[in-house]
């Protein structure tokens, strides 16, 4: 009888105690906000279509992450509280996943799939719309100054400049060495808005444009050869990483994916690394990423500055952009010069924002295309903010 | 015992500190603006001119040797001739095209998960292959 | 002449040195016994199409793990005596690829790949047969149960216990977590009851179930909206997951993947989730567990009990499942009242035990099809067992 | 030298304290099929419950907003609704039809391993793709 | 501060001392060449008076028992029974075959890459699906 | 205006301190060697189709590692100086894949995928040809008792001796285990010479052989049941294991992909295998190997006499293939005579030199195909020169 009511006792304790290890008893405000957070996400990806490779990955991994079990805190390997299950855990699945984030693994190895995807004709075709793809490249250093000004660190500073370079794997490459962590609250915002170029680059675009700037028309872009083709890469991974070593493990791979594809003897290779490799890089990026924006360590007023600061930085790289084209025009023949509706495209959303050249060039003028022209500058920001990226771990790694 | 691969909280290297004295030199980010953007812009010229120089060249010098010795991809080449205009016309009308093969596509899909193997009914790899009287 | 006899002498041997190396010197009754196991997995997989994705790749493997070398002890990084071959000897490839199972990384993986696969609908149209596969968990705490008064350890008892949830990655990761040195015999136990549920569950099902209740017809399921689908995976994980925290790993993937197939806008992601990505797993957890089985390790008399064990929990775990829907029943009216004969799908090899139900179920009513019905408590069996590896965790890691 | 990632016997987590003492006091196993059974059950019910209620809700409500933003959706719904009887006859239907497929499949993959190029004669990813005189 | 595996120089296994040894008493290599070929040799003579075993056995007993049980197989093998002769013909075929093949494959690709959605057009996989106005 | 002046004295400097870190203020000769080098295997396999999967990754593997940026020399963890960009820093992305080449995980993957793509029917069907599959690694210890005398160490010479088996992977794995200081040397030089097989080999054919031995017709081979393609795998692997259990890596590998390809209800796994998954490593092992080919380790006399010992051992190995031929013809009745124009094809760079036996028998007789009996100690020569491998490190490992 006795033991029998040491049994009850102990079936209570334990079921008690289990009870309050469930999330229900340790979810805070904090963690009701970054599940809302989880939630819009998903719902854009699904319901508007905003980038859901990359949205609902890291949506569902923000639900993941805030699941506010006990014990979180108990993160050494040797730990016996350790429970092996949050994402900052060392032992659990989540943790070994977080590797490629944390130490820039993944980065790189989406760079390989997007070389091997890109084609950089439009930019072989016409070279000097490269330069309008470095000009918005100034986002990422207003965003860098502006970060400076609201007290972050120079390390910090620099990851979050970063964001001006539309580039989600580059923006956590740079932030996983820099400041690590900061990479959930920086992917987040990279990837929210390049989501919204649609939304921030027009009414910049039509407030820095005349109308008779508008209506330029550009001379179709020539054909490209087989040979430029193959050439672009190897020249173009040997002369930007001569400039700027740091850079290597984007832009490196990048032409390697690149010239994996335009070499075509090697098109299994290249299929694969933009088919199935990129695949399952995207799905442990997106899903670490989400899970790394615990609630308490990501509900921070630098969080919100990262978030201000992205908008920003998105403004000024059209700004960059855009103004670019009308002084680089002053310089160009009649019949050469370039329209400005497509110096947003520099801010390297591929192809977001060359859609957004193409769609309000039509509003101004349907017969004048303008989609083909702002690849170039599209594929050249992405080039441009791997540049900028080594030029901001030269200094500040 | 099996092994396992220690993990440690030591051994990171130490990092911030030129970004710190960088920092306190440029306390407003101009120079590293300035710096920055010189560089971008030198790595892209240096690009542009190549690219510039190539195309040239190569409607010169090198397009005729490579036609002599690689005939096929010359071929190959002819077809892709086409004027710049054409090519914005024809991506427009593939992206239309995307739209409606989008419609199709999705029809296709919803079949093909209906009928192939993998769904539903076999939806775990170690699900048995044979039951004994089915 | 002296240094050609002193040659000739080196060359003998040598050669009789590698000869005393060779697998023919060193093997044993035991590894004979191990690779007659494999030959009968491979034989199995092959000739009657049992479970092939598996039992090739574990029946390979265990022919690899038993191949007896000399010097297999040596086992430390930097023994210069370990020739990096075995499993358990570090620098060997398959003691790298062995870490995804030693350390229950694979697991979660395959659940990704799962969810990316699994249809809820059979259990979103008719959730009140979530219950049957929550009561066929029965199987795992009868075994854990069993296993105690055998003798087994608490965390071995646990282990062996989610034998019963029918599930092999889940199976593999709580033992890599509760009891690594019995991974194998639990890994290849589970998988071999798996195989042979349609031998096993017909006679309980026939001795638990009188002759009308095996003619009960069940409503045809209603019909399942997109954003009902859409919805599972998200509320399935919060719910699941805010219970159980310890489930995470394992229920924060099967959604992630679920939640990737029904999105719809995320194919490519879930068609790699549960394509080459799922493929590749498997091949490498098959051929690990498989040679994790070392003779030396394996053969001993807690293997033997695993065995006996892993088939008491499929049985109580199918009278688990029949008996509660014999019991639900008593509460349901008529016309709702479900058929004891999905009961055994709530044991959750999909869609093996799903299958039983219907060919039990025809061979009392040619009209009758379970099929549908049954595939409900089947995949709310893997939720489940997943559920209750969380408790075990909870409780004893 | 290169760096390597050092393999340690020691730093593992001390598991197993807290499964002897569960043990201890609860050495038949009966308390642990107990709560955990309990456990188990409530998540699923709390599930069931749910989704219990939200279909109810998304038929009376949900279905007609959602019906009013994304028609497109709704017409593959309209598709969908088909019998469950009828369901599990083609589900029938499309085992059997698997069957024969299989069949079909297998003579499709025979003709293809004869016919693609990654078979026997280059068999090797590194083989030579041109010798010179043939 | 985040966990990180340690990356350390030290730990790896002390090799070479075996080969040194051995070096010593076979300066020259050729113990090493007679040895290593007759264990390659020993390995493959072992495995060709196997095949040689299995093939006639299998010809008078095991191919028998095999098909009764399993009917099917042995169905597909008769297919497969045509002579060396011609194999060697048709593998020459084929690859006569996969040249023609090949050009069509590349005709169909460029196609391909030009009509499918993953091309210029939406070339990162976090390109938008659509924009507002378009 | 001090500091003003102090600004633009902090900027100049700062900016020549970048240029002193571009490459181009830190490259030599040994760089511009490397890169043309590089720049030349991409044209072979470009512009001639020489094993374009494996020379594209090496050679833009070879650009990137001789991008010769400042501070490459700190490449521990914890060294401030660490920019984490070359492939012997810690940390940086090429050091986190080169582990697979350094530890020798890579090849055995491959070997996998190699096993789901070989058809080894031709050696089946005639198993007296694996002994010309034996004979050819002769290649292997001739070019190990070559570099002894050129003063390498027992250990490097194994390595380097390697390349005689004509098996990138094999070479690798080995040279990892033996001198993994010599794995970029080895790699190149092993690719370079199957590259080459074409060329090396004929002159050696056609001086060893007289004109009535190449006009010798073989037997066509009779036909292989699938029960003996099932067998193969699992026994090739037991026997060759049993004697060399030091090639268990390679072999288990081979053949357990062999069992998947041939077990026929494991399709989907050995299409991954032989499809995207040696794909992934295909690219990540040619990419590291090439950028390990870093200037200052790389050009050395050591590599020098790799090339020399590489184009010997490919000499010896088809002398040791076509006289073994001739030698057992003496032993064969008349009508069984093999054709020693099949000698050569026991190096197997896979189907090369099978091709080479086919081109040059078709010299001499139109009629007499040689391909499918060249097929089988073609595949014969890769068991045996992974046996040769186990073979070298269990006596220098
Ligand atoms: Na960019
Ligand atoms: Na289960
Ligand atoms: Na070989």
Same mark, same amino acid.
């Given at each position: ?397 | ?40 812009? %030198?790595?892209?010229?240096? #690009? @542009? ?10 409607? +010169?010098?090198? &397009? ?26 024809? %991506?427009?009308?593939?992206? #239309? @095209? ?10 296709? +899909?919803?079949? &093909? ?22």
């Amino acid at each position: 009888m006795d033991t029998s009511r040491n049994f009850w006792t102990f079936l209570s304790n334990h079921l008690f105690s289990f009870l309050g290890e469930t999330a229900f008893m340790n979810f805070t405000m904090g963690h009701v906000v970054m599940i809302i957070i989880g939630l819009i996400l998903i719902f854009l990806a699904i319901a508007k279509g905003f980038e859901p490779m990359l949205l609902i990955p890291i949506g569902f991994g923000i639900l993941i992450g805030n699941i506010p079990f006990a014990g979180a805190e108990h993160i050494l390997s040797d730990d016996p509280e350790n429970l092996q299950i949050g994402i900052y855990q060392s032992g659990s699945v989540m943790n070994y996943l977080y590797f490629g984030v944390r130490y820039g693994v993944y980065p790189p190895l989406i760079f390989l799939g997007i070389g091997a995807m890109t084609d950089f004709s439009a930019l072989i075709s016409n070279p000097k719309l490269m330069l309008v793809g470095a000009a918005a490249q100034l986002g990422i250093f207003g965003a860098y100054a502006a970060a400076l000004a609201l007290g972050f660190s120079p390390s910090e500073a620099g990851a979050i400049g970063i964001i001006g370079g539309a580039d989600g794997p580059t923006a956590i490459f740079v932030a996983s060495k820099l400041a690590p962590e900061l990479v959930g609250a920086i992917a987040v915002s990279a990837y929210s808005y390049m989501a919204l170029v649609p939304v921030i680059q027009p009414p910049v675009m039509r407030l820095l444009t005349t109308k008779k700037e508008r209506l330029i028309r550009m001379k179709p872009p020539r054909t490209v050869s087989k040979l430029e083709k193959i050439l672009f890469p190897i020249i173009g991974m040997l002369f930007t990483c001569f400039i700027v070593p740091a850079a290597i493990p984007l832009l490196g791979m990048l032409f390697f994916g690149n010239l994996l594809k335009e070499s075509t003897v090697t098109k299994r290779l290249a299929d694969t690394a933009k088919g199935q490799m990129i695949d399952i890089i995207t799905i442990l990026i997106g899903l670490t990423v989400g899970a790394s924006t615990q609630a308490t360590t990501f509900l921070t007023a630098k969080s919100v500055g990262i978030f201000g600061l992205g908008a920003c930085s998105f403004i000024v790289a059209t700004f960059g952009g855009v103004m670019f084209v009308k002084i680089f025009n002053l310089f160009l023949k009649e019949g050469n010069k370039i329209n400005p509706l497509i110096g947003n495209a520099g801010v390297s959303a591929v192809p977001a924002s060359a859609r957004v050249s193409q769609v309000i060039g039509l509003q101004y003028d349907k017969t004048n295309h303008l989609l083909m022209h702002a690849m170039g500058p599209n594929v050249a920001g992405v080039i441009g903010s791997a540049v900028a990226a080594g030029v901001l771990l030269s200094f500040l790694f | 015992m099996l092994s396992t691969l220690l993990i440690v909280e030591a051994g990171e290297r130490v990092a911030g500190k030129s970004a710190e004295e960088f920092g306190k030199m440029d306390p407003t980010g101009i120079a590293m603006a300035m710096i920055a953007m010189s560089i971008v812009f %030198s790595a892209l010229i240096f #690009l @542009y001119f190549t690219f510039k120089y190539i195309a040239k060249l190569y409607n +010169i010098d090198l &397009k005729k040797r490579f036609r002599k010795s690689r005939p096929d991809i010359e071929h190959t080449e002819a077809h892709e001739e086409i004027s710049g205009e054409t090519l914005a016309a024809i %991506s427009l009308a593939l992206n #239309l @095209y995307h739209q409606q093969m989008q419609g199709l596509e999705d029809a296709v +899909i919803t079949f &093909k998960n209906a009928a192939k193997s993998y769904s539903p009914w076999s939806s775990k790899i170690y699900g048995l292959r044979k039951s004994p009287n089915n």
